[in-house]
């Protein structure tokens, strides 16, 4: 009797739909906050899966906690972001949009410096395993 109930556990869990791993959850959290691409000025560390929820079965909700560490000091970051722009008065009006978004986003900040976050995503699964959903709704 013991063997059916282990084999029918075994089946279950052979069943049941695997969730995200630790390095779809890190490339999730690391496009969620625009850590990746050559203009990253972050990246993301210590990515801890606190909570999931299974909306259906290819759609599933989790909160991450994780590390930010930024890559560069704020002044840098800003130029960077309208450096491929004309210099023209339109380029210059834009990239001080930018740095002004970046402010109400992170604040100021240094190279080095490590915030923590916590943050809600959208998976979905695809042929390419668990990804950040399009729509984060």
């Keep these: ?3 059916f109930w282990l084999a029918t556990l ?13 390095t779809e959850l890190e490339r999730a959290a690391a496009l969620a906050e625009g850590a990746v691409g050559k203009d990253a000025f972050l990246r993301t560390d210590k990515v801890r899966l606190l909570d999931s929820r299974l909306l259906d079965k290819d759609r599933l909700e989790v909160a991450l906690a994780y590390d930010i560490v930024f890559t560069k000091d704020f002044p840098e970051a800003a130029h960077d972001l309208g450096a491929g722009l004309a210099p023209d008065l339109f380029a210059r009006f834009g990239s001080s949009l930018a740095a002004m978004s970046l402010k109400m986003e992170y604040g100021l900040f ?13 998976l979905e699964k695809g042929k390419e395993g668990w990804q950040l959903a399009d729509k984060q709704q």
């Excluded at 075994?10 to 630790?22: M, V």
């Excluded at 080095?112 to 916590?118: D, N, V």
């Design 10 to 22: 075994l089946f279950l869990a052979a069943c049941s739909p695997s969730g995200p791993s630790q």
């Design 1 to 3: 009797m013991k063997k």
């Design 110 to 122: 240094r190279k080095g410096e490590r915030r923590q976050r916590q943050q809600h995503l959208l």
